[in-house]
């Protein structure tokens, strides 16, 4: 039995939504990411050590990230896309290299789990859990 066509397809502008906001984040442009999240976006971001709560929360941690760290790429390792009505749960692993403090690219290892919300415009994301994996010995 095929899969309906209408949720391979929003299963496709989800995972093209999670490219764009790495995209983003390696072009620095912050106006792609403030529009990549609701503004009641709810969640925790890397070293995050109390619940996000709202867009103005998320972005001053945006921010931090775009003034220290220097993207270079990424590679999505994993995604699984689950459907629920209009409201995804979205798990992923990948990778993201940036500049090291030596001026070297150094790899850091991501896992996620995002919440997507159908909204008029398409697909956003409007809550997430992403954590650094441990260093590779």
Request: hydrophobic share 35%.
């Amino acid at each position: 039995m095929e899969p309906d066509p209408r949720r391979r397809a929003d299963r496709e502008e989800i995972v093209a939504h999670i490219h764009g906001l790495f995209q983003a984040y390696i072009r620095l442009d912050r106006e792609a990411i403030r529009t990549g999240h609701t503004d009641d976006w709810r969640g925790f971001q890397v070293r995050s050590t109390k619940l996000v709560r709202g867009i103005d929360a998320y972005m001053e941690n945006a921010d931090r990230i775009l003034q220290t760290l220097r993207g270079r790429r990424y590679e999505l390792l994993d995604v699984d896309v689950h459907l629920y009505g209009d409201v995804a749960v979205v798990y992923y692993v990948a990778d993201y290299w940036i500049d090291g403090p030596d001026g070297k690219e150094e790899r850091l290892g991501l896992r996620s789990v995002d919440i997507y919300r159908r909204e008029p415009g398409g697909w956003n994301q409007c809550g997430s859990n992403i954590c650094a994996l441990p260093a590779e010995n």
